[in-house]
T-cell receptor, first 114, second 114 residues
Framework: AQSVTQPDIHITVSEGASLELRCNYS??????LFWYVQSPGQGLQLLLKYFSGDTLVQGIKGFEAEFKRSQSSFNLRKPSVHWSDAAEYFC????????????FGKGTKLSVKP | EPEVTQTPSHQVTQMGQEVILRCVPI?????FYWYRQILGQKVEFLVS????????KSEIFDDQFSVERPDGSNFTLKIRSTKLEDSAMYFC????????????FGPGTRLTVT
C-alpha cells in the first residue's frame, strides 16, 4: 500500500540558515508528489509538485524539492529560512486510482529561531 | 486568486446530532474531495466526487457520511449522527480537469463533538 514517511516531527532552525525536510514514500509506479504547508489556523497551501520530468522542482516562497527515485525520497529544501516559514509541512503522494486522492505524511513542524 | 472556501470555520455539536459542512470549490474545477485531520494525526482521505457521484471513498467514510453537490457551486459533507471520534478538522479540496492534478484545499472546518 502507498505510504508517506516524514521522519522528523519537529525541526528548529535559525533564521537565515538552510533547511531540508525529509520525505520518503512507498509507491509502486511513478508517483505524483506534493509538498503542502499549513500555518496555524490556516488550510493547506500547495508549495510545489512533481509529476514527471526534471527531478528538481521549484515552488513558491523560495522552496525546492528533489525527487530521487533510487531513494524513494522527495526532500524539501530552502537555502535561507525566514521567520515567516514557521509552519507545519506535509509531504503527500497521489494514491493513483481513478481520482487520485492524496496520502499524507504526519507532517514536520518547523520552528524558526531569531 | 481563486480559492476554496469552507463554512463554518468551527462547529460544535452534541453527540448524535447531524452536521453539514459546506464547501465552495474553485469554480472551474471538476474533482472534489473531503479529508479530515484528527488533532495530532495525519490528514486522511475521506471521499472523492466527480460528475455528481462518489468516485472513491476510504474505510472511514461509512454509512454515517454522505456528500452532495446540491447546486453548481456548493459541495457538502453530512455526518448523520456524530460521534465523539468524529471531532477533527475537515478539509475540502478541489482539483482541475485531470487525474493527479494538484488539489487546492480550503481553510478547514473544526468540528467538535461533545
Amino acid at each position: 500500500a502507498q505510504s508517506v514517511t516524514q521522519p522528523d516531527i519537529h525541526i528548529t532552525v535559525s533564521e537565515g540558515a538552510s533547511l531540508e525536510l525529509r520525505c520518503n514514500y512507498s509507491y509502486g509506479a511513478t508517483p505524483y508528489l506534493f509538498w503542502y504547508v499549513q500555518s496555524p489556523g490556516q488550510g493547506l497551501q500547495l508549495l510545489l509538485k512533481y509529476f514527471s520530468g526534471d527531478t528538481l522542482v521549484q515552488g513558491i516562497k523560495g522552496f525546492e524539492a528533489e525527487f530521487k527515485r533510487s531513494q524513494s525520497s522527495f526532500n524539501l529544501r530552502k537555502p535561507s529560512v525566514h521567520w515567516s516559514d514557521a509552519a507545519e509541512y506535509f509531504c503527500a503522494v497521489g494514491a493513483g486510482g481513478s481520482q487520485g486522492n492524496l496520502i499524507f505524511g504526519k507532517g514536520t513542524k518547523l520552528s524558526v529561531k531569531p | 486568486e481563486p480559492e476554496v472556501t469552507q463554512t463554518p470555520s468551527h462547529q460544535v455539536t452534541q453527540m448524535g446530532q447531524e452536521v453539514i459542512l459546506r464547501c465552495v470549490p474553485i469554480s472551474n474545477h471538476l474533482y472534489f474531495y473531503w479529508y479530515r485531520q484528527i488533532l495530532g494525526q495525519k490528514v486522511e482521505f475521506l471521499v472523492s466526487f466527480y460528475n455528481n457521484e462518489i468516485s472513491e471513498k476510504s474505510e472511514i467514510f461509512d454509512d454515517q457520511f454522505s456528500v452532495e453537490r446540491p447546486d453548481g457551486s456548493n459541495f457538502t459533507l453530512k455526518i448523520r449522527s456524530t460521534k465523539l471520534e468524529d471531532s477533527a478538522m475537515y478539509f475540502c479540496a478541489s482539483s482541475g480537469y485531470r487525474v493527479g492534478y494538484e488539489q487546492y484545499f480550503g481553510p478547514g472546518t473544526r468540528l467538535t463533538v461533545t
